[in-house]
């Protein structure tokens, strides 16, 4: 088990590299956050769609093959993501407002053509901005980052587990 013996340190957005290690991961994980998603969303605004349309659009093309998604099953799969639990439905019924989705008379969304189209649109505006986010990282440093990340969350889990 690796650990670190650097003391930690009040929250510095103008940090060092040689303060870095003593700096808080929530502060420097909830600023990227923010920046991140404000970065999307105002993007997507100039668009007029929101995240949580482009996920859900996801989520029934994903279902596509499977004669298309419930609003149950789409909303269970952005449960995580959602900002409350009204959002996604919130977003489906926009969706079949906007003509992106239909549902069917079992209750089953599928997108439609204007909704393929707008996929597209969406879609090229994502991978630019996945662009412009990661300028400057390698693909590299990036696995690192996430790898840190997804281990800082198991250890937050298994210290809440052992309190338990």
């Known amino acids: 088990m690796t650990?670190?013996?650097t003391p930690p340190a009040p929250a510095n957005p103008?940090?060092?590299d040689e303060m870095l290690?003593?700096?808080?991961?929530?502060?420097w994980s909830g600023a990227a956050h923010e920046a991140v998603i404000r970065l999307i969303r105002d993007a997507m605004a100039r668009i007029d769609v929101t995240q949580p349309q482009w996920w859900s659009l996801n989520?029934?093309?994903?279902?596509?093959?499977?004669?298309?998604?419930?609003?149950a099953a789409v909303v269970a799969d952005l449960a995580s993501v959602a900002d409350g639990p009204y959002e996604?439905?919130?977003a489906l019924d926009?969706?079949?407002h906007r003509g992106w989705l239909s549902i069917d008379s079992e209750e089953r969304f599928t997108v439609t053509d204007s909704g393929q189209a707008a996929m597209g649109r969406i879609r090229e505006l994502v991978h630019g901005l996945r662009d412009r986010v990661h300028t400057g990282v390698s693909d590299e440093d990036y696995v690192i980052t996430l790898r840190v990340l997804?281990?800082?969350i198991e250890n937050v889990?298994?210290?809440y587990a052992q309190q338990s």
């Open 88 to 90: 996604i439905s919130r």
């Open 14 to 16: 103008a940090a060092t």
């Open 150 to 152: 997804r281990r800082m």
């Open 3 to 5: 650990s670190t013996t």
């Open 21 to 27: 290690p003593s700096q808080p991961i929530g502060y």
């Open 59 to 71: 989520r029934v093309v994903g279902a596509a093959g499977r004669d298309g998604a419930t609003r």
């Open 94 to 96: 926009q969706l079949v």
């Open 157 to 159: 889990e298994t210290a």
